[in-house]
T-cell receptor, first 116, second 114 residues
Framework: EPEVTQTPSHQVTQMGQEVILRCVPISNHLYFYWYRQILGQKVEFLVSFYNNEISEKSEIFDDQFSVERPDGSNFTLKIRSTKLEDSAMYFC??????????????FGEGSRLTVL | AQSVTQLDSQVPVFEEAPVELRCNYSSSVSVYLFWYVQYPNQGLQLLLKYLSGSTLVKGINGFEAEFNKSQTSFHLRKPSVHISDTAEYFCAVTNNNAGNMLTFGGGTRLMVKP
């Protein structure tokens, strides 16, 4: 069964360092998402991406964040200068249906980011 | 704006007992509702969804949920749980405008004991 894969599973970094989280969405999916979950808090939407551009983004997704699809398979989330409050589990998701889709997303296992 | 509240952060239950995980939502427009499950060391997996039509929705692994518009609820139920149902369960909501930008509840950890 096709699945969304994420790397690394866990990354520890120093405050102020750049971090790139990688995702390989399901191959025939066209819509990609990043969500995050700070420990003890709700899963929150960060950004959606389609046709090589951001479709929607939340208030959380400020200038420190960027997303990219550098090739035909990877979808990355970059945090330019990490802060302590960026420590969270980051989930990548993909779907074949678009913005007016119905929320059936396929999620990866998550990448846990710890900022020291 | 929309929001989701899962009233129970943890629900311990014995194997083969019935279980109900509660979910209430708030929205000013018509909603689509979902339950996702996260097994240990895995990603979120769709359990079931309500888009329209019948208010009783059946999902995988014997789970079902009922959409109650008057009570703004979408509680998840299973008549007899197994040890393998131990997981974190997330209720989520979206609408026709928000599309795939889901708003999640805080999650309920279901702990099935032998």
């Amino acid at each position: 069964e096709p699945e969304v894969t994420q790397t690394p599973s866990h990354q520890v970094t120093q405050m102020g360092q750049e971090v790139i989280l990688r995702c390989v969405p399901i191959s025939n999916h066209l819509y990609f998402y990043w969500y995050r979950q700070i420990l003890g808090q709700k899963v929150e939407f960060l950004v959606s991406f389609y046709n090589n551009e951001i479709s929607e983004k939340s208030e959380i997704f400020d200038d420190q964040f960027s997303v990219e699809r550098p090739d035909g398979s990877n979808f990355t989330l970059k945090i330019r200068s990490t802060k302590l409050e960026d420590s969270a589990m980051y989930f990548c998701a993909s779907t074949a249906s678009g913005r007016r889709g119905t929320g059936e997303l396929f999620f990866g296992e998550g990448s846990r980011l710890t900022v020291l | 704006a929309q929001s989701v509240t899962q009233l129970d952060s943890q629900v311990p239950v014995f194997e083969e007992a019935p279980v109900e995980l509660r979910c209430n939502y708030s929205s000013s427009v018509s909603v689509y509702l979902f339950w996702y499950v996260q097994y240990p060391n895995q990603g979120l997996q769709l359990l079931l969804k309500y888009l329209s039509g019948s208010t009783l929705v059946k999902g995988i692994n014997g789970f079902e949920a009922e959409f109650n518009k008057s009570q703004t609820s979408f509680h998840l139920r299973k008549p007899s749980v197994h040890i393998s149902d131990t997981a974190e369960y997330f209720c989520a909501v979206t609408n026709n405008n928000a599309g795939n930008m889901l708003t999640f509840g805080g999650g309920t950890r279901l702990m099935v004991k032998p």
